[in-house]
């Protein structure tokens, strides 16, 4: 018997006043904690929900409990096929309409040294310029990088849910190209 899915839309359910709701998405366990806990950590203005999942899409049955997702980001490590193979299916599942502006990948365990990486750059690059979204890439690995990583999703997130007087998600595109 097969499971009832939904595509997750960004405008199907109503915005919550002062509330920005984000979903982290990756076979990542614990990169998935790290940048939930780092973005709870700082303080704001508004409050920020946090759902996160292995890969989409989402079970129907919980549905009417959902919120409405501001943001999405698909962490991708770069060790792991497995990372990339899984994000490149949950893209699938998602409206249209959360690549303005929306949608965020997240690439770790890039930058440093000469290390084999499983996932060439180049190939999550495409996938960001193909559904004209943003890449940041960090390594994750030391408070630093995790701390300043969050504060930049958490930046694009007061955007996405708008919070930002005069700034539409659109805008988040413009922000930087690649780190």
């Given at each position: 018997?097969?499971?009832?899915?939904?595509?997750?839309?960004?405008?199907?359910?109503?915005?919550?006043?002062?509330?920005?709701?984000?979903?982290?998405?990756?076979?990542?366990?614990?990169?998935r904690e790290?940048?939930?806990?780092?973005?709870?950590?700082?303080?704001?203005?508004?409050?920020?929900?946090?759902?996160?999942?292995?890969?989409?899409?989402?079970?129907?049955?919980?549905?009417?409990?959902?919120?409405?997702?501001?943001?999405?980001?698909?962490?991708?490590?770069?060790?792991?096929?497995?990372?990339?193979?899984?994000?490149?299916?949950?893209?699938?599942?998602?409206?249209?309409?959360?690549?303005?502006?929306?949608?965020?990948?997240?690439?770790?365990?890039?930058?440093?040294?000469?290390?084999?990486?499983?996932?060439?750059?180049?190939?999550?690059?495409?996938?960001?310029?193909?559904?004209?979204?943003?890449?940041?890439?960090?390594?994750?690995?030391?408070?630093?990088?995790?701390?300043?990583?969050?504060?930049?999703?958490?930046n694009m997130?007061?955007?996405?849910?708008?919070?930002?007087?005069?700034?539409?998600?659109?805008?988040?595109?413009?922000?930087?190209?690649?780190?």
């Open positions: 018997m097969a499971c009832n899915t939904v595509t997750l839309k960004p405008f199907d359910k109503m915005p919550v006043l002062n509330v920005a709701t984000l979903l982290l998405v990756g076979s990542e366990e614990g990169y790290l940048i939930a806990k780092a973005i709870l950590r700082e303080m704001g203005t508004f409050e920020v929900k946090i759902h996160m999942t292995a890969s989409l899409p989402l079970a129907f049955e919980r549905e009417h409990l959902r919120p409405r997702f501001d943001m999405i980001v698909f962490l991708i490590n770069l060790h792991s096929q497995y990372s990339l193979s899984t994000v490149v299916s949950s893209i699938a599942i998602l409206d249209a309409n959360f690549f303005l502006g929306k949608v965020c990948f997240l690439a770790t365990k890039g930058r440093h040294g000469n290390v084999q990486h499983a996932v060439d750059i180049s190939i999550v690059k495409d996938l960001a310029d193909q559904y004209l979204s943003l890449l940041i890439q960090t390594e994750l690995d030391n408070e630093d990088d995790v701390v300043c990583t969050a504060k930049r999703l958490l997130l007061r955007i996405c849910a708008g919070l930002v007087p005069g700034i539409s998600s659109l805008y988040t595109g413009s922000i930087a190209k690649y780190e």
